[in-house]
T-cell receptor, first 114, second 115 residues
Framework: EPEVTQTPSHQVTQMGQEVILRCVPI?????FYWYRQILGQKVEFLVS????????KSEIFDDQFSVERPDGSNFTLKIRSTKLEDSAMYFC????????????FGPGTRLTVT | AQTVTQSQPEMSVQEAETVTLSCTYD???????LFWYKQPPSRQMILVIR??????QNATENRFSVNFQKAAKSFSLKISDSQLGDAAMYFC????????????FGQGTRLTINP
């Protein structure tokens, strides 16, 4: 069964460094999402992406964040200058289309900022 | 803005018993989706069950069923014949029917299954 994959599974970085989290959505899906979950807290929406554009973003998704679909298969989340509070689990998700109810989640990347 | 509230941070149940997890939400929309996601220790988010707001019939998936009360904006999950593998965090989530695709999650309920 097709699945969303994410790499790396765990990333440790120093404060102020740039990180890129990678996701490979399911191949025929058109909508892509990033969510994050700070340890012990609820899952929060960051950004949705369709047709090579951001379709919606939350207030968390400030200028330090960016997303890209560089090659038609990967979907990346970049954090330019990481802060301690960026430490979280980051989930990528994808869905087939605008009326598709189900978002398929990847296994997540645990980001630790020291 | 839509909000989702899960008032039970933790629940426990004996194996083979039935447990109900509560969820309430707030929205001014008339059409929307509601979901329950399971997050086991591996932390992968797994869709358990969904409910379309325009459907009056409560959704059922094997041992999982919901009690959807649209007027009360309540969406509880019932797990029958609880199994050890059901132990996980359970998140209730809301999504608008059209337009914004984002899922809005509740705070989660940690379910423990006692053998």
């Amino acid at each position: 069964e097709p699945e969303v994959t994410q790499t790396p599974s765990h990333q440790v970085t120093q404060m102020g460094q740039e990180v890129i989290l990678r996701c490979v959505p399911i191949s025929n899906h058109l909508y892509f999402y990033w969510y994050r979950q700070i340890l012990g807290q609820k899952v929060e929406f960051l950004v949705s992406f369709y047709n090579n554009e951001i379709s919606e973003k939350s207030e968390i998704f400030d200028d330090q964040f960016s997303v890209e679909r560089p090659d038609g298969s990967n979907f990346t989340l970049k954090i330019r200058s990481t802060k301690l509070e960026d430490s979280a689990m980051y989930f990528c998700a994808s869905s087939v289309g605008v009326l598709s109810y189900e978002q398929y989640f990847g296994p997540g990347t645990r980001l630790t900022v020291t | 803005a839509q909000t989702v509230t899960q008032s039970q941070p933790e629940m426990s149940v004996q194996e083979a018993e039935t447990v109900t997890l509560s969820c309430t939400y707030d929205t001014s929309e008339s059409d929307y989706y509601l979901f329950w996601y399971k997050q086991p220790p591996s932390r992968q988010m797994i869709l358990v069950i969904r409910q379309e707001a325009y459907k009056q019939q409560n959704a059922t998936e094997n041992r999982f069923s919901v009690n959807f009360q649209k007027a009360a904006k309540s969406f509880s999950l019932k797990i029958s014949d609880s199994q050890l593998g059901d132990a996980a965090m359970y998140f209730c989530a809301y999504r608008r029917f059209q337009g914004a695709q984002k899922l809005v999650f509740g705070q989660g309920t940690r379910l423990t299954i006692n053998p």
